[in-house]
Structures are given as structure tokens and as C-alpha cells.
């Protein structure tokens, strides 16, 4: 079968094809193209032919991308023929490849989209926002980004589309992510009252229904409440039987990636609680709820594959993994767990492939490092611990796996570290700290 009619003129066409038969290439040039809307898999077929553009939209992510799909024929006009898909204006590593009669698959999971990064500077009560560069991870200030007025945390939803910020006023503020600038602009008339003290909001991984903890107090938080999440406006609306109220204060809430379970650290304990994944409810907490002892939970973080729970101990400088049962949400401790950090330390991050993890210790200025076995257990990596901020607050790491950002709480700036792929260490980039507000507690990143 070749690629030309009789006539030399193309022989095929693009039609929607249902059967996923992916061929991935990777590294090819991206083109730009705008002109409708492609959704899912396309193949070629006979007919006349030439070549589609359009959007092809994720149906994971529900993100859309712009892209060119076209014939590549030999030098001399014949086979073999086939199909790429092209992404807007930049290199990058997302295109597909496919020969007639097969289906195409465009895969966008590493394509250099913009990033951005927020930074929650609790002594002012505004947020930072910065434009990330791919190649050096360094911070450049977003312009024309609305001022955040009394933030005390900040969640973006998985699409990237909207920031949930709650503030000292008592409510959740709505903002709309440019994801060309990565500007923020509140939506007019989507605050929501949530509590005296609402503490942090978590979206869940279908980005439907956001928790939001909320204190009686400004120390205690014991109020969970659960909302539904418009997909179109970002607005939030209360669901029957919400709020949890719990008798401790909560320190962390973390759900898995199956968003079947949640994870809630209050006091010296974590609770687990089942998920209803139509409503978003939370049940009754898990078989064996509650979970740890002694320590004091400071931050949970789950792996991406979501069979582990990692958990900073704050009033015993270790960290501890804890096997998570996909069944019934029970957690085990590991053997050989908790393991030293430094001193105080206060939050954790996993890498996206689940490889390394990271925790600040903001009580001897330090990033703790660890490799992750197949076992889940931590082993520090060389030259852990890494002097690297200033009094450390929080740590996140960009999308790709590439960067390590940090919000330094006592000189209100954000360091940025670039994390080798193989070895797990830590290398700060050039010009880095970046200029933040004052005293950063949080730092999250975005890619839309």
C-alpha cells in the first residue's frame, strides 16, 4: 500500500478511529496549527486526503493542545507513508507516529507547556506568582497577576485552570489561571464563607470536589468540609451531609490518586476515611483508624502509584512510610521506618516518578533526600542533607521532575534546585533564591 493515488495526489484521509493502537515517537519538531477540534484517536484512511489541523484534547487531563496532523512521505514520493502529530511553536517530545490503516495517538504527557509557580507569604498575605524556564528552573515575577489580599494557603486544581485561596477573611477566593502568563484574576462573586480560619484546600485527582479544613481557632482546625466544583466556573457548592467535625486539629490532608481514600494527620495520629467517589463524601474512617503514636505529624505525602504514605515527624526529626492497602485504605508501617531527617522537619514531596523524596527541615535550614526502594523504604542519597534554604517551609517539584522549589520563610525568598534524573542530588540554579514577599510559607506549581 503506498501513500499516493494513482493521480499523485494524496490516497488517504483522517477519520476518527475508537481503536488505540499508539506507535510513540519522541523528540519531533512541533508546528503550530489552530483550526477545529480533534478529540482522541485519528487514523488514516482511503480517499482523498491532504492533511488535518486542530486541537487534540487529553482525555486525561482534559487539556487541549494545538496540533498538525500530516502525510511524510520518502524521497521519491512513495512508502513508506506516515503520520505525526505537531504541538504549537516549541520543541518537545510529544508527537506520534503511525503508518496507513493504524491509528495515531498523540501523547502531550512531556510537552514544554509553560509552568508557573505560586508562593503564599504569610507575613503580608499575598501570593508571588513566577514563570518557570524549562531549561535553567529559574523564577521570573508574573506581571499584571491580580494581588491575593490575606492568603493563608493556596490549591490548584489538576487542569491547571483555577486557584482556590483561602484567606484570613474566613472564606475560599476563586482565581482564573492565564495559562499564557500565568496571571491570576479573582472571579467576581465566587468567595466562599468556610469558617473563622480556613486552613488549606485539596482538590481530588478528577478535580469534582475540593476539602477545605477549617479552625475554631487559629491554632486548632477541626472542621473538614466538602464541595462540589463546577468545571466551567470553579465555583464551589456545599454537598449534604458536609461538615466532618473532628475533635483534634488537623495538620495535613492528603488524598490517594485513586481518590478512594483520604488521609487526615490530627494530633499524634493519621485518621483514614473510605471516599464515596460519586458524592465525594467522606465515610466512616477505615478498619484499624487510627494510625502512628508518638510523633506529631507535620505532612503527608502519597507516591504517584499511591501505595505509599510518607509522613514527616516533627517532634522526632525522623519520617515515616507507611504501605497503603488499595483495598481497604489500611496503613502498615515499613520495616526500617521512620528514618532520620533533620532537625523539625515540616513537609514532604514525592518526585512524579515516584523515585525520590524530599523534606524540609526547618529546623536546621536543610532539604533531607531519600531514594525510594521497591519496598517503599528511604535510603538518604549522597550528600543528604542539603544546605539549600533558609529556614524551609515547604518543598515542591516541578512536573517534569526537574526542579525542586523551597519557600524560605525567614529571609522571604524561594530557592530553586535542579534534581539529577539518576542521583537524586540537589544543585541550586544560578540566581537563586528569588525574591518572594514576606515570610513564604508555601509554594505549589502549576503547568496548564
Known sequence: MVCLAANGKSAYKYQRHQTDIPLSRHGEEWEESVNGVVSGVWRLSEAQGGSLEGDWQ?????????????????ADNSVPCETRAYKSGVSGDASAVSVPGTAVTVNAGNAKRPEYAYVVNIGDGTISAYSINSATGALTQVADSQLVAGASSITINPAGTFAYVATTKGDISIYRINPNTGAL???EG????????????????????AYVTSNDSQTISQTI?????????????????SPLMLKEGISSFTINPAGTFAYVATGNTISAYRINVTTGTLLTPVSGSQFMGDAVPGSLAINPAGTFVYVTNINEDSVSTYRINANTGVLTLVKGSPITAGKSPITVTVNPAGTFTYVANMGDNTISAYRITT?????????????????????????????????????DSVSACRINAVTGTLTEVESSPFSAGYGPQSVTVVQP
Do not use: E
Open 58 to 74: 487529553n482525555p486525561q487531563s482534559q487539556r487541549t493542545l494545538p496540533i498538525r496532523l500530516k502525510k511524510i512521505v520518502d
Open 185 to 187: 484574576t479573582q472571579i
Open 375 to 411: 519496598t517503599g523504604t528511604l535510603t538518604p542519597i549522597a550528600g543528604s542533607p542539603f544546605y539549600v534554604s533558609r529556614q524551609p517551609q515547604s518543598v515542591t517539584i516541578s512536573h517534569a521532575g526537574t526542579f525542586l522549589y523551597i519557600a524560605n520563610t525567614n529571609n
Open 190 to 209: 465566587s468567595s466562599v464563607a468556610v469558617g473563622k480560619y480556613p486552613i488549606t484546600v485539596t482538590v481530588n485527582p478528577s478535580g469534582n470536589i
Open 225 to 241: 468540609l466538602t464541595y462540589s466544583i463546577n468545571a466551567k466556573t470553579g465555583a464551589l457548592t456545599l454537598i449534604p451531609g
